[in-house]
Every structure is written in C-alpha cells, then in structure tokens.
C-alpha cells in the first residue's frame, strides 16, 4: 500500500514558467514532509521540507504547500530552468515511524525543462 | 566537509557471492541510513544506526543482510550469498538530529549477474 503518492510520472514544462509537482499521502500520521530531487547516478538532495504546523514554505524559486485536510502537498518551482530538470520525489515522516522518524518515499515525478 | 561518501560506486558480482559497501557520513551527524532503490521505486528503508547503536532494521533485510558501525562513524553494509533481486542502489544518508533531512551518498549500484 503506497502511504506517499506521487500520480504523475512525468512532466514537462517549458523554460521561465511554472512547475508544479504533486503529492498525496494516505496517513494521517505523517506530519513532516520533504522534497528531494533526483539525477542520474547520483542519490537525492535535500530541497526544502515543511512541518504539518504550516501550510507554506518558501526557499528561493522552491515553494511547498501543505492541505492537510486534502493530505495534499505541492512543489511549485519559479521560473523554471533547465537545471531542474530531475526525478523529484515527495516524503514523509511522522510519530508512528517512532524516534526512528524514517522517511516513507512516493515513486517519483520526472521534470523535464524544455529551453 | 565532502558530504556522504559511498565506496564503491558500482559493484558486479556473481550469483551467491559475499559483497560489502562502504559508507562514510557527514563527520558531526550521529544518524545513519541505509535504503535501497530499485528503477521506478523510491528508497526503501532498510536499517538506521544512532551512533554505534541499531536501532531499526527493515522486514525487507533478510537474514543475509548485516550492517555495523563499529565505532559510530562509517558503516558497512554486507550482504552474503547474493541473489539476482538483491540488484539495486543501495544508498546511505545521514543526519544529525531527528527530523532534519537526510544527506544522501551518491549510492553503490550493485549488479548481481
């Protein structure tokens, strides 16, 4: 059963414009999540992460938002450039994951950037 | 500070071989990850260490998994008489406190033929 949710496999968006990225979790539990982005042959960094006491975070180009009544969050990215172009994945983490506070993944969405 | 180091960076072996990773984090963080991706999957967890201690091992880590980390710096993660499904990138993070993000190695891709 997939707790983390990522429904689109891919997208494409086109330089300078707006990349949303979606996520859904089933567990009520979860009350941190993060973004990570992916490239080839290399293991996921860090993008920004938000705590289920907010509804927004914002770093720079990266905004996460949080609906915890839709178990809902999105990755919004502005301007889009070709650099971001990488598999984002979504995680969450939350008290029944106990002190180990393990991070429960969704598959993945593919952004391509296209110049 | 160089970040999570992972050595190597691929390994090929044969079916029913012994194989061993290497995983060096971030000098100050006490936690320690292992997980494992395979194509089109996110990471799976597999075992956490706090310092020296385990503290978590994953129902996917059979018995012919082991991982240490003697000393609370670097880990091994050993993985004896190995089988095709066991191909994957074993990828190790670390962190300093609980529920900070995990800093990821570039992973060992492990091939078993």
């Known amino acids: 059963d997939q707790q983390v949710k990522q429904n689109s496999p891919s997208l494409s968006v086109q330089e300078g414009r707006i990349s949303i990225l979606n996520c859904d979790y089933t567990n009520s539990m979860f009350d941190y999540f993060l973004w990570y982005k992916k490239y080839p042959a290399e293991g996921p960094t860090f993008l920004i992460s938000i705590s289920s006491i907010k509804d927004k975070n914002e770093d720079g180009r990266f905004t996460v938002f949080l609906n915890k009544s839709a178990k809902h969050l999105s990755l919004h990215i502005v301007p889009s450039q070709p650099g971001d172009s990488a598999v984002y994945f979504c995680a969450a983490s939350g008290q029944n994951a106990g002190n180990n506070r393990k991070l429960i993944w969704g598959l993945g969405t593919s952004l391509a950037v296209n110049p | 500070d160089t970040g999570v180091s992972q050595n190597p960076r691929h390994k090929i072996t044969k079916r029913g071989q012994n194989v061993t990773f290497r995983c060096d984090p971030i000098s100050e963080h006490n936690r320690l990850y292992w997980y494992r991706q395979t194509l089109g999957q996110g990471p799976e967890f597999l075992t956490y260490?706090?310092?020296?201690?385990?503290?978590?091992k994953s129902r996917l880590l059979s018995d012919r998994f082991s991982a240490e980390r003697p000393k609370g710096s670097f880990s091994t993660l050993e993985i004896q008489r190995t089988e095709q499904g066991d191909s994957a990138m074993y990828l190790c993070?670390?962190?300093?406190?609980?529920?900070?993000?995990?800093?990821f190695g570039n992973g060992t891709r492990l091939t078993v033929t």
């Open positions: 993070a670390s962190s300093l406190v609980p529920n900070s993000p995990l800093h």
């Open positions: 260490f706090q310092n020296e201690a385990q503290l978590e």
